[in-house]
Nanobody, 127 residues
Framework: QVQLVESGGGVVQAGASLRLSCAAS????????MGWFRQAPGKEREFVSAISWSGGSTHYADSVKGRFTISRDNVKNTVYLQMISLKTEDTAVYYCAAERRMTRVTGPMSPSVVDYWGQGTQVTVSS
């Protein structure tokens, strides 16, 4: 069992930056691909970014490429999402996700393969 707890959300103005964190419990964090999804009101949950178990490969949705950076610290059992140049359309609840897989990340993470979800953290970007 892995528990994921996100933090770092908040209300910011367009153009600002935020860093989300997701702390994982358990001793097998390094065996998981970690990802971030988001869900805006009235919309489906969408993939944002993923990082391989080693941190050696990453993937981003086109909408955040160049603005968001995912990273992980396997000693601290934490995955991060650094977000810069935030836009109003980035407003959503951001969810951390874990998929037990020790392979490279070569594409988007599907919600159907996620083994564990966090509870979500709200990011609101005002104009």
């Amino acid at each position: 069992q892995v528990q994921l707890v996100e933090s770092g959300g908040g209300v910011v103005q367009a153009g600002a930056s935020l860093r989300l964190s997701c702390a994982a419990s358990g001793h097998t964090f390094s065996m998981y691909v970690m990802g971030w999804f988001r869900q805006a009101p009235g919309k489906e949950r969408e993939f944002v970014s993923a990082i391989s178990w080693s941190g050696g490969s990453t993937h981003y949705a086109d909408s955040v490429k160049g603005r968001f950076t995912i990273s992980r610290d396997n000693v601290k059992n934490t995955v991060y999402l650094q977000m810069i140049s935030l836009k109003t359309e980035d407003t959503a609840v951001y969810y951390c996700a874990a998929e037990r897989r020790m392979t490279r990340v070569t594409g988007p993470m599907s919600p159907s393969v996620v083994d564990y979800w966090g509870q979500g953290t709200q990011v609101t970007v005002s104009s």
